[in-house]
């Protein structure tokens, strides 16, 4: 299988690579030898993989067909690049550039990217017959990250721009709520639950709809369930502006949830901060849906859902998914993953996977 490599965002640690892998798992692609690095995740797969993540990815940015791995200094590079055959990416006629992005600072003493961009387009114009450099509109761009002191090169594949995401974003949305999730998080977490074309998703917290709005824009069917009455109506003015039109929204309890059977569950609880509990505690709402949405899941089907680690003002810190982690598995659910994400001193959320057994 050839090799491949993704740029990602730095936004967060693990969601990134994470979803790349979840994406290719949904699409049914076959992946080998993944390997992360700070913003790159290198595996072997068809090059046809590329387009669902291009499609459905909130946290990638670029991927590649990787031409080779090196050591960050010139004179590894150049022997390694001097090895690598480009003719077998590069026809005659054809023009390209190339980008070196630089991850952090890694490697800032030993490399100069642009002193490093015009060595490598030398030696491949070079190595090559009838190419030519265009920096401004070339037809290939072969793009190296320097990161963790290796270069990476390959030549890219596809561009993916954030632009829509903020279109989507919680402010730019008519119905606005201060509990409301960012849109690329959203997104990543459909993606981590599997979610793709026709498979139906609820989320039991529906709040302003951003989850039911993103797995929309991947093909999924959506059912959104809140249990106050404004939130329904402010998710259904947000997917009307989006010309969304949901499988249903009810105004119910999460609790006991009116529905026979979905294939997904993407949802992010209340944490009685920003949005209210309704006489409830999160622990216990949490727990309470994990067994009601565990009927509606076949065997090997995911929930992905947002949980708190709190640490109030004693410095006491209350860890749900590790608190609950016992009852979760005697519900049927195992533990696929958990990533980390920063909101402030006294609140993470941790994005959990769970798979029915
Ligand atoms: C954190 S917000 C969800 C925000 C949502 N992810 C978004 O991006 O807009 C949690 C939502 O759960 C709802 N809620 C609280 N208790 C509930 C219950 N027992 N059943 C259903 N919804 C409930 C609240 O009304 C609130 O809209």
């Known amino acids: 299988m050839p090799k491949l490599f993704f740029l990602l965002s730095g936004e967060n640690e693990s969601l990134p690579a994470a979803e790349v892998k979840a994406i290719l798992e949904a699409e049914g692609y076959q992946y080998a030898n993944a390997q992360e690095f700070d913003q790159v995740l290198r595996l072997e797969a068809e090059v046809g993989s590329v387009q669902p993540v291009q499609v459905r990815s909130a946290y990638t940015r670029v991927c590649a067909l990787e031409l080779f791995v090196s050591n960050a200094n010139l004179t590894d590079i150049v022997k390694t690049a001097s090895e690598t055959d480009f003719k077998a990416v590069l026809h005659p006629g054809e023009s390209f550039a190339v980008r070196i992005n630089r991850i952090k600072n890694y490697a800032d003493e030993a490399i100069n990217t642009m002193v490093l961009e015009g060595k490598l387009g030398k030696q491949i114009l070079d190595s ?14 072969f793009l190296g990250i320097i990161t963790n002191e290796k270069l990476i090169l390959g030549l890219k594949l596809t561009d993916i721009t954030s632009k829509t995401f903020s279109e989507r974003r919680p402010r730019k949305k008519p119905f606005f709520h201060p509990s409301a999730m960012p849109s690329k998080m959203a997104r990543c977490m459909v993606n981590l639950a599997h979610g793709k074309a026709e498979s139906l998703v609820l989320d039991p917290f529906c ?3 951003t989850s039911l ?20 109506m402010g998710t259904r003015k947000n997917l009307r502006f989006f010309n969304i039109a949901a499988e249903g929204l009810v105004l119910a309890d999460a609790r006991h949830l009116p529905f026979f059977k979905v294939d997904l569950v993407v949802t992010d609880p209340p944490y009685g901060r920003s949005s209210s509990t309704l006489k409830s505690t999160t622990k216990q709402l949490v727990q309470d849906v994990l067994a009601s949405t565990y009927g509606l899941l076949s065997v090997g089907q995911r929930i992905c859902i947002a949980l708190p680690i709190m640490v109030n003002q004693h410095g006491e810190i ?18 696929i993953e958990s990533h980390l994400v920063f909101i402030h001193r006294s609140l993470t959320r941790e994005i959990m996977v769970y798979e029915k057994k």
Request: with cysteine; hydrophobic share 30%; proline share 2%.
């Open 128 to 141: 090559t017959e009838g190419t030519k450099v265009s920096l401004k509109n070339p037809e290939k761009t």
């Open 207 to 209: 709040g302003t709809g």
């Open 213 to 232: 709005i993103e797995a929309t824009y991947i093909g999924c069917r959506a059912v959104g369930v809140d249990a106050q009455r404004r939130m329904i």
């Open 318 to 335: 209350d860890h749900m998914a590790k608190d609950l982690a016992g009852y979760i598995e005697g519900l049927g659910y195992k533990t």
